[in-house]
Protein backbone atom coordinates (compact mmCIF):
# COMPACT_ATOMS: atom_id res chain seq x y z
CA UNK A 1 0.00 0.00 0.00
CA UNK A 2 2.42 2.55 0.55
CA UNK A 3 5.00 1.63 -2.09
CA UNK A 4 1.55 2.00 -4.59
CA UNK A 5 0.32 5.28 -3.11
CA UNK A 6 4.06 7.07 -3.21
CA UNK A 7 4.11 5.77 -6.85
CA UNK A 8 0.63 7.12 -7.46
CA UNK A 9 1.39 10.80 -6.11
CA UNK A 10 -1.15 10.79 -3.70
CA UNK A 11 -0.36 12.64 -0.55
CA UNK A 12 -0.62 10.25 2.70
CA UNK A 13 -2.68 11.88 5.63
CA UNK A 14 -2.52 11.32 9.13
CA UNK A 15 -5.77 12.94 10.82
CA UNK A 16 -5.29 13.74 14.67
CA UNK A 17 -8.96 14.10 16.24
CA UNK A 18 -10.81 12.45 12.79
CA UNK A 19 -13.99 11.59 15.43
CA UNK A 20 -14.15 14.99 15.87
CA UNK A 21 -16.33 17.92 13.81
CA UNK A 22 -12.48 19.27 11.99
CA UNK A 23 -11.46 15.65 11.72
CA UNK A 24 -14.92 14.67 9.71
CA UNK A 25 -14.81 17.83 7.67
CA UNK A 26 -11.16 16.97 6.57
CA UNK A 27 -12.28 13.59 5.77
CA UNK A 28 -15.05 14.43 3.70
CA UNK A 29 -12.81 17.10 1.46
CA UNK A 30 -10.31 13.85 1.48
CA UNK A 31 -12.67 11.50 0.03
CA UNK A 32 -13.69 14.05 -2.65
CA UNK A 33 -10.29 14.08 -3.90
CA UNK A 34 -9.34 10.37 -3.99
CA UNK A 35 -6.30 10.99 -6.98
CA UNK A 36 -5.03 13.26 -4.68
CA UNK A 37 -4.83 12.12 -0.75
CA UNK A 38 -5.31 9.13 1.09
CA UNK A 39 -5.61 8.13 4.56
CA UNK A 40 -2.53 6.77 6.08
CA UNK A 41 -3.76 6.77 9.55
CA UNK A 42 -6.77 8.01 12.05
CA UNK A 43 -5.78 9.17 15.92
CA UNK A 44 -9.11 9.94 18.24
CA UNK A 45 -10.08 10.19 21.95
CA UNK A 46 -12.50 7.49 22.68
CA UNK A 47 -15.64 7.25 19.65
CA UNK A 48 -14.91 3.81 18.17
CA UNK A 49 -18.25 4.05 16.73
CA UNK A 50 -16.84 6.55 14.66
CA UNK A 51 -14.24 5.46 14.26
CA UNK A 52 -15.40 1.69 12.81
CA UNK A 53 -17.12 3.80 10.29
CA UNK A 54 -13.84 5.84 8.99
CA UNK A 55 -11.90 2.82 9.23
CA UNK A 56 -14.87 1.05 6.83
CA UNK A 57 -14.88 3.84 4.29
CA UNK A 58 -11.12 5.12 4.33
CA UNK A 59 -9.08 1.48 5.30
CA UNK A 60 -6.04 3.40 6.75
CA UNK A 61 -3.07 1.35 7.68
CA UNK A 62 -3.16 2.63 11.45
CA UNK A 63 -5.58 3.95 14.07
CA UNK A 64 -4.80 5.25 17.84
CA UNK A 65 -7.44 5.60 20.12
CA UNK A 66 -5.93 7.53 23.35
CA UNK A 67 -8.45 5.35 25.35
CA UNK A 68 -7.59 1.81 25.77
CA UNK A 69 -11.10 0.40 26.25
CA UNK A 70 -11.90 1.96 22.93
CA UNK A 71 -9.10 0.51 21.33
CA UNK A 72 -10.11 -2.88 22.67
CA UNK A 73 -13.53 -2.71 21.21
CA UNK A 74 -12.53 -1.06 17.93
CA UNK A 75 -9.69 -3.98 17.66
CA UNK A 76 -12.50 -6.53 18.20
CA UNK A 77 -15.15 -4.74 15.77
CA UNK A 78 -12.54 -4.51 12.62
CA UNK A 79 -11.18 -8.53 13.16
CA UNK A 80 -14.86 -9.58 13.29
CA UNK A 81 -15.50 -8.11 9.79
CA UNK A 82 -12.36 -8.87 8.34
CA UNK A 83 -10.48 -5.42 8.09
CA UNK A 84 -6.99 -5.91 8.74
CA UNK A 85 -5.93 -2.85 10.58
CA UNK A 86 -3.42 -2.24 13.21
CA UNK A 87 -5.14 -0.59 16.30
CA UNK A 88 -2.84 0.75 18.92
CA UNK A 89 -4.06 2.91 21.95
CA UNK A 90 -2.03 5.21 24.14
CA UNK A 91 0.12 8.62 24.05
CA UNK A 92 3.41 6.99 22.55
CA UNK A 93 1.46 5.63 19.82
CA UNK A 94 0.43 8.63 19.10
CA UNK A 95 3.05 10.12 18.81
CA UNK A 96 4.88 7.77 16.69
CA UNK A 97 2.11 7.52 14.18
CA UNK A 98 2.27 11.08 13.68
CA UNK A 99 6.13 11.11 13.15
CA UNK A 100 5.79 7.85 10.64
CA UNK A 101 8.39 8.01 7.64
CA UNK A 102 5.19 7.57 5.65
CA UNK A 103 2.89 10.37 6.81
CA UNK A 104 3.41 13.19 4.22
CA UNK A 105 0.40 15.61 5.82
CA UNK A 106 -0.56 16.02 9.34
CA UNK A 107 -4.14 17.30 10.50
CA UNK A 108 -3.92 18.40 14.02
CA UNK A 109 -7.60 18.28 15.09
CA UNK A 110 -7.22 17.04 18.56
CA UNK A 111 -9.25 19.59 20.98
CA UNK A 112 -7.04 21.17 23.70
CA UNK A 113 -3.60 20.42 25.26
CA UNK A 114 -3.65 16.56 24.87
CA UNK A 115 -3.23 17.61 21.11
CA UNK A 116 0.49 18.93 21.92
CA UNK A 117 2.71 15.95 21.98
CA UNK A 118 1.36 14.29 18.69
CA UNK A 119 1.30 17.58 17.19
CA UNK A 120 5.25 18.61 18.12
CA UNK A 121 6.19 15.24 17.19
CA UNK A 122 4.65 16.08 13.54
CA UNK A 123 6.62 19.00 13.75
CA UNK A 124 9.79 17.40 14.68
CA UNK A 125 9.66 14.95 12.09
CA UNK A 126 9.41 18.14 9.33
CA UNK A 127 5.93 17.36 8.15
CA UNK A 128 3.29 19.43 6.81
CA UNK A 129 1.17 20.61 10.04
CA UNK A 130 -2.34 21.66 9.12
CA UNK A 131 -2.93 23.82 12.65
CA UNK A 132 -6.49 23.27 13.85
CA UNK A 133 -5.53 22.77 17.53
CA UNK A 134 -4.75 26.07 18.49
CA UNK A 135 -4.15 25.58 21.86
CA UNK A 136 -0.73 23.56 20.84
CA UNK A 137 0.95 27.08 19.31
CA UNK A 138 -0.85 29.04 22.34
CA UNK A 139 1.10 27.12 25.13
CA UNK A 140 3.96 26.34 23.30
CA UNK A 141 4.24 29.72 21.06
CA UNK A 142 8.43 29.93 20.49
CA UNK A 143 9.15 26.49 20.95
CA UNK A 144 6.58 25.63 18.43
CA UNK A 145 7.49 28.43 15.60
CA UNK A 146 11.15 27.42 16.48
CA UNK A 147 10.75 23.34 16.01
CA UNK A 148 8.68 24.06 12.99
CA UNK A 149 12.14 26.40 11.27
CA UNK A 150 13.84 23.73 12.32
CA UNK A 151 12.86 21.10 10.66
CA UNK A 152 11.28 22.76 7.58
CA UNK A 153 7.51 22.02 8.64
CA UNK A 154 5.57 23.72 6.65
CA UNK A 155 2.97 25.29 8.61
CA UNK A 156 -0.12 26.37 7.78
CA UNK A 157 -3.66 27.40 9.46
CA UNK A 158 -6.93 25.90 9.42
CA UNK A 159 -8.58 27.95 11.92
CA UNK A 160 -10.82 30.16 8.82
CA UNK A 161 -9.68 33.61 10.40
CA UNK A 162 -5.59 32.58 10.57
CA UNK A 163 -5.94 30.72 7.15
CA UNK A 164 -7.66 33.86 5.39
CA UNK A 165 -4.87 36.16 6.88
CA UNK A 166 -2.65 33.78 5.19
CA UNK A 167 -4.20 33.76 2.16
CA UNK A 168 -4.24 38.01 2.27
CA UNK A 169 -0.43 38.14 3.25
CA UNK A 170 2.46 37.72 0.72
CA UNK A 171 4.34 34.80 0.23
CA UNK A 172 7.56 36.62 2.23
CA UNK A 173 5.64 37.88 4.75
CA UNK A 174 7.70 36.16 7.72
CA UNK A 175 10.28 39.13 6.27
CA UNK A 176 8.91 41.07 8.83
CA UNK A 177 4.92 42.49 8.58
CA UNK A 178 5.99 46.65 8.30
CA UNK A 179 8.77 45.17 5.56
CA UNK A 180 5.80 43.78 3.43
CA UNK A 181 3.92 46.88 4.14
CA UNK A 182 1.29 45.45 6.72
CA UNK A 183 -0.63 47.92 8.96
CA UNK A 184 -2.84 45.72 10.96
CA UNK A 185 -4.48 42.48 11.10
CA UNK A 186 -8.42 42.31 11.46
CA UNK A 187 -9.15 39.27 12.94
CA UNK A 188 -12.70 38.99 12.51
CA UNK A 189 -15.20 37.72 15.37
CA UNK A 190 -18.88 36.42 14.84
CA UNK A 191 -19.47 37.38 18.51
CA UNK A 192 -21.07 34.05 19.87
CA UNK A 193 -24.90 33.39 20.54
CA UNK A 194 -24.54 35.84 23.28
CA UNK A 195 -23.68 39.12 21.12
CA UNK A 196 -26.95 40.67 22.06
CA UNK A 197 -27.78 39.22 25.49
CA UNK A 198 -27.77 41.01 28.74
CA UNK A 199 -24.40 40.26 30.08
CA UNK A 200 -26.61 39.76 33.68
CA UNK A 201 -28.78 36.66 31.45
CA UNK A 202 -25.12 35.36 31.55
CA UNK A 203 -25.27 33.68 34.88
CA UNK A 204 -27.87 31.32 33.77
CA UNK A 205 -26.42 30.18 30.31
CA UNK A 206 -26.56 26.67 29.76
CA UNK A 207 -24.14 24.50 28.13
CA UNK A 208 -26.90 23.85 25.27
CA UNK A 209 -27.54 27.22 25.14
CA UNK A 210 -23.75 27.78 24.71
CA UNK A 211 -22.99 25.51 22.29
CA UNK A 212 -25.69 26.82 19.49
CA UNK A 213 -23.55 28.72 17.70
CA UNK A 214 -25.05 31.09 15.50
CA UNK A 215 -23.11 30.23 12.09
CA UNK A 216 -20.44 27.56 12.66
CA UNK A 217 -20.74 23.82 13.79
CA UNK A 218 -18.20 22.91 15.79
CA UNK A 219 -17.07 20.60 19.02
CA UNK A 220 -18.21 21.15 22.32
CA UNK A 221 -15.44 23.30 23.62
CA UNK A 222 -14.58 25.39 21.12
CA UNK A 223 -18.21 26.45 21.10
CA UNK A 224 -18.28 27.59 24.30
CA UNK A 225 -14.87 29.42 23.82
CA UNK A 226 -16.80 31.17 20.72
CA UNK A 227 -19.93 32.05 23.42
CA UNK A 228 -17.24 33.83 25.65
CA UNK A 229 -14.69 34.43 22.89
CA UNK A 230 -11.76 32.73 24.69
CA UNK A 231 -11.67 31.11 21.10
CA UNK A 232 -11.00 34.86 19.64
CA UNK A 233 -8.54 35.48 22.46
CA UNK A 234 -6.82 32.24 22.23
CA UNK A 235 -6.91 33.09 18.26
CA UNK A 236 -5.47 36.27 19.03
CA UNK A 237 -2.11 34.86 20.67
CA UNK A 238 -2.06 32.47 17.58
CA UNK A 239 -1.88 35.22 15.19
CA UNK A 240 0.67 37.06 17.37
CA UNK A 241 2.75 33.73 16.72
CA UNK A 242 1.95 32.67 12.83
CA UNK A 243 2.14 35.65 11.63
CA UNK A 244 5.14 37.26 13.85
CA UNK A 245 2.96 40.24 14.50
CA UNK A 246 3.12 42.27 18.06
CA UNK A 247 -0.53 42.60 19.77
CA UNK A 248 -0.90 46.15 18.70
CA UNK A 249 -1.18 45.12 15.38
CA UNK A 250 -3.70 42.79 15.35
CA UNK A 251 -7.35 44.21 16.00
CA UNK A 252 -10.48 42.12 16.79
CA UNK A 253 -13.19 43.21 14.65
CA UNK A 254 -16.94 41.70 15.46
CA UNK A 255 -18.64 40.70 12.05
CA UNK A 256 -21.92 38.57 13.03
CA UNK A 257 -22.33 36.96 9.33
CA UNK A 258 -19.04 35.22 9.07
CA UNK A 259 -18.73 36.21 6.05
CA UNK A 260 -15.22 37.89 5.92
CA UNK A 261 -12.63 35.38 7.73
CA UNK A 262 -10.36 37.94 8.73
CA UNK A 263 -8.68 40.77 7.02
CA UNK A 264 -5.02 42.57 6.66
CA UNK A 265 -4.63 46.46 6.73
CA UNK A 266 -1.59 47.62 4.23
CA UNK A 267 0.15 50.90 4.51
CA UNK A 268 -1.17 52.28 1.39
CA UNK A 269 -4.88 52.33 2.39
CA UNK A 270 -5.71 49.03 0.52
CA UNK A 271 -7.73 46.26 2.88
CA UNK A 272 -8.03 42.31 1.64
CA UNK A 273 -10.03 40.32 3.20
CA UNK A 274 -10.72 36.45 2.16
CA UNK A 275 -14.61 35.63 2.02
CA UNK A 276 -16.35 32.54 1.79
CA UNK A 277 -19.84 30.86 3.83
CA UNK A 278 -18.70 29.53 6.88
CA UNK A 279 -18.38 26.03 6.49
CA UNK A 280 -14.28 24.76 7.81
CA UNK A 281 -13.88 22.85 4.13
CA UNK A 282 -12.99 25.84 2.59
CA UNK A 283 -9.73 26.55 5.23
CA UNK A 284 -9.02 22.64 5.22
CA UNK A 285 -9.26 22.11 1.44
CA UNK A 286 -7.35 24.98 1.15
CA UNK A 287 -4.36 24.12 3.08
CA UNK A 288 -4.46 20.73 1.69
CA UNK A 289 -3.69 21.48 -1.68
CA UNK A 290 -1.81 25.14 -1.06
CA UNK A 291 -0.42 26.12 -3.26
CA UNK A 292 -2.94 24.88 -5.05
CA UNK A 293 -6.32 24.70 -4.91
CA UNK A 294 -8.86 21.85 -5.09
CA UNK A 295 -12.73 21.03 -4.69
CA UNK A 296 -14.16 21.25 -1.08
CA UNK A 297 -17.81 20.88 -1.39
CA UNK A 298 -18.79 24.23 -0.08
CA UNK A 299 -21.56 26.27 -1.72
CA UNK A 300 -21.01 29.35 -3.77
CA UNK A 301 -20.92 32.10 -1.89
CA UNK A 302 -24.03 34.38 -2.68
CA UNK A 303 -23.36 38.49 -1.83
CA UNK A 304 -26.65 39.28 -2.89
CA UNK A 305 -28.47 36.71 -0.43
CA UNK A 306 -26.30 37.83 2.07
CA UNK A 307 -27.32 41.72 1.52
CA UNK A 308 -25.31 43.10 4.36
CA UNK A 309 -22.68 43.14 6.34
CA UNK A 310 -22.03 44.44 9.52
CA UNK A 311 -18.72 45.69 11.96
CA UNK A 312 -18.49 46.29 15.80
CA UNK A 313 -16.04 46.74 17.66
CA UNK A 314 -16.14 44.39 20.73
CA UNK A 315 -17.56 45.63 23.82
CA UNK A 316 -14.50 44.22 26.79
CA UNK A 317 -16.82 44.29 29.78
CA UNK A 318 -18.90 41.76 27.47
CA UNK A 319 -15.83 39.15 26.81
CA UNK A 320 -13.86 39.07 29.53
CA UNK A 321 -11.95 36.14 28.33
CA UNK A 322 -11.03 38.18 25.18
CA UNK A 323 -9.92 41.08 27.69
CA UNK A 324 -7.43 38.46 29.48
CA UNK A 325 -6.17 36.45 26.44
CA UNK A 326 -4.96 39.91 24.89
CA UNK A 327 -3.24 40.84 28.43
CA UNK A 328 -1.53 37.30 28.44
CA UNK A 329 -0.44 38.02 24.71
CA UNK A 330 1.84 40.85 26.12
CA UNK A 331 3.35 39.18 29.20
CA UNK A 332 4.58 35.78 27.48
CA UNK A 333 6.27 33.32 29.13
CA UNK A 334 3.84 30.49 30.81
CA UNK A 335 1.10 32.77 31.26
CA UNK A 336 -0.26 31.42 28.20
CA UNK A 337 -0.42 28.32 29.21
CA UNK A 338 -1.53 28.62 32.46
CA UNK A 339 -4.55 30.81 30.58
CA UNK A 340 -5.12 27.90 28.14
CA UNK A 341 -5.06 25.49 30.92
CA UNK A 342 -7.22 27.32 33.22
CA UNK A 343 -9.76 27.97 30.47
CA UNK A 344 -9.55 23.84 29.45
CA UNK A 345 -10.58 23.19 33.29
CA UNK A 346 -13.26 25.92 33.22
CA UNK A 347 -15.58 25.29 29.99
CA UNK A 348 -14.72 21.14 31.29
CA UNK A 349 -16.82 22.56 34.47
CA UNK A 350 -19.33 24.36 32.31
CA UNK A 351 -20.33 21.72 30.15
CA UNK A 352 -20.17 19.24 33.40
CA UNK A 353 -23.00 21.84 34.58
CA UNK A 354 -20.48 22.49 38.38
CA UNK A 355 -19.64 26.03 37.24
CA UNK A 356 -21.88 29.08 35.82
CA UNK A 357 -20.96 30.57 32.51
CA UNK A 358 -20.01 33.88 34.40
CA UNK A 359 -17.49 32.32 36.44
CA UNK A 360 -15.13 30.77 33.40
CA UNK A 361 -13.63 34.02 33.55
CA UNK A 362 -13.44 34.36 37.06
CA UNK A 363 -11.73 31.53 37.24
CA UNK A 364 -9.38 31.75 34.55
CA UNK A 365 -8.15 35.28 36.19
CA UNK A 366 -7.83 33.69 39.53
CA UNK A 367 -5.32 31.41 38.36
CA UNK A 368 -3.56 33.67 36.75
CA UNK A 369 -3.32 36.08 39.71
CA UNK A 370 -2.14 33.29 42.01
CA UNK A 371 0.66 31.74 39.70
CA UNK A 372 4.00 33.58 38.74
CA UNK A 373 4.90 33.76 35.52
CA UNK A 374 8.01 31.98 34.04
CA UNK A 375 10.10 32.05 30.90
CA UNK A 376 8.77 29.04 28.69
CA UNK A 377 12.29 28.23 28.03
CA UNK A 378 11.33 24.29 26.74
CA UNK A 379 8.33 22.20 26.59
CA UNK A 380 8.52 20.78 30.71
CA UNK A 381 8.41 24.07 31.58
CA UNK A 382 5.19 24.99 29.89
CA UNK A 383 3.91 21.69 30.94
CA UNK A 384 5.06 22.40 34.52
CA UNK A 385 2.95 25.55 34.29
CA UNK A 386 0.06 23.51 32.35
CA UNK A 387 -0.37 21.43 35.60
CA UNK A 388 0.13 23.60 38.08
CA UNK A 389 -2.59 25.97 36.41
CA UNK A 390 -5.16 22.99 35.99
CA UNK A 391 -4.65 22.43 39.54
CA UNK A 392 -5.36 25.75 40.82
CA UNK A 393 -8.33 26.23 38.87
CA UNK A 394 -9.74 23.07 39.43
CA UNK A 395 -9.39 24.27 43.36
CA UNK A 396 -10.96 27.76 42.70
CA UNK A 397 -14.09 25.25 40.85
CA UNK A 398 -14.82 23.69 44.01
CA UNK A 399 -14.73 27.02 45.89
CA UNK A 400 -17.22 28.43 43.49
CA UNK A 401 -19.33 25.58 43.69
CA UNK A 402 -22.68 25.78 45.89
CA UNK A 403 -21.77 29.54 46.11
CA UNK A 404 -24.49 31.97 44.87
N1 LIG B 1 -14.69 22.93 14.80
C1 LIG B 1 -14.27 24.01 14.20
O1 LIG B 1 -14.98 24.61 13.38
C2 LIG B 1 -12.87 24.53 14.49
C3 LIG B 1 -12.44 25.69 13.82
C4 LIG B 1 -11.14 26.14 14.04
C5 LIG B 1 -10.30 25.48 14.92
N2 LIG B 1 -10.76 24.38 15.57
C6 LIG B 1 -9.86 23.71 16.52
O2 LIG B 1 -9.71 22.35 16.12
C7 LIG B 1 -9.57 21.52 17.27
C8 LIG B 1 -10.66 20.44 17.22
O3 LIG B 1 -11.92 21.08 17.31
P1 LIG B 1 -13.26 20.28 17.00
O4 LIG B 1 -14.34 21.29 16.99
O5 LIG B 1 -13.06 19.38 15.84
O6 LIG B 1 -13.38 19.42 18.35
P2 LIG B 1 -14.26 18.10 18.63
O7 LIG B 1 -15.37 18.01 17.64
O8 LIG B 1 -14.58 18.13 20.07
O9 LIG B 1 -13.23 16.91 18.32
C9 LIG B 1 -12.11 16.71 19.13
C10 LIG B 1 -11.31 15.53 18.63
O10 LIG B 1 -10.20 15.34 19.52
C11 LIG B 1 -10.20 13.95 19.95
N3 LIG B 1 -9.61 13.87 21.27
C12 LIG B 1 -10.04 14.42 22.43
N4 LIG B 1 -9.20 14.12 23.43
C13 LIG B 1 -8.21 13.37 22.89
C14 LIG B 1 -7.04 12.74 23.40
N5 LIG B 1 -6.70 12.83 24.70
N6 LIG B 1 -6.26 12.06 22.55
C15 LIG B 1 -6.58 11.94 21.24
N7 LIG B 1 -7.68 12.52 20.69
C16 LIG B 1 -8.48 13.21 21.51
C17 LIG B 1 -11.66 13.57 19.94
O11 LIG B 1 -11.80 12.16 19.95
P3 LIG B 1 -13.12 11.41 20.55
O12 LIG B 1 -14.31 12.26 20.19
O13 LIG B 1 -13.07 10.10 19.82
O14 LIG B 1 -12.93 11.26 22.02
C18 LIG B 1 -12.10 14.21 18.62
O15 LIG B 1 -11.68 13.42 17.55
C19 LIG B 1 -9.66 22.44 18.48
O16 LIG B 1 -8.37 22.80 18.88
C20 LIG B 1 -10.39 23.67 17.95
O17 LIG B 1 -10.05 24.85 18.63
C21 LIG B 1 -12.02 23.89 15.38
Redesign the pocket.
Known amino acids: MTASCAQSGRQRVCVL ?7 KSTLDVIARNPDQYTVHSL ?5 AD ?2 LEQARQFRPQYIVM ?1 DEQAANKLRADLQSEGLRIAVESGQDA ?1 NQVAADGDVDVVMA ?4 A ?2 LPPTMAAVRAGKKILL ?4 TLVMTGALFMDAVKASGSVLLP ?3 EHNAIFQCLPADHLRGLERVGVRRILLTASGGPFRQSPVESFAAVTPEQACAHPN ?1 S ?5 SVDSATMMNKGLEFIEACWLFDARPEQVEVVIHPQSIIHSMVDYEDGSVLAQMGNPD ?1 RTPIAHALAWPGRIPSGVAPLSLTEIARLDFYAPDMMRYRCLKLAQDVARSGGTAAAMLNAANEIAVDAFLERKLRFDRIPEVINATLQTLPVMSAGDIDQVLEADREARYLARKQVSQMQGVA
Open positions: GSTGSIGVAGRNVMAMAIVGAGANKEIDSWMGRKIM
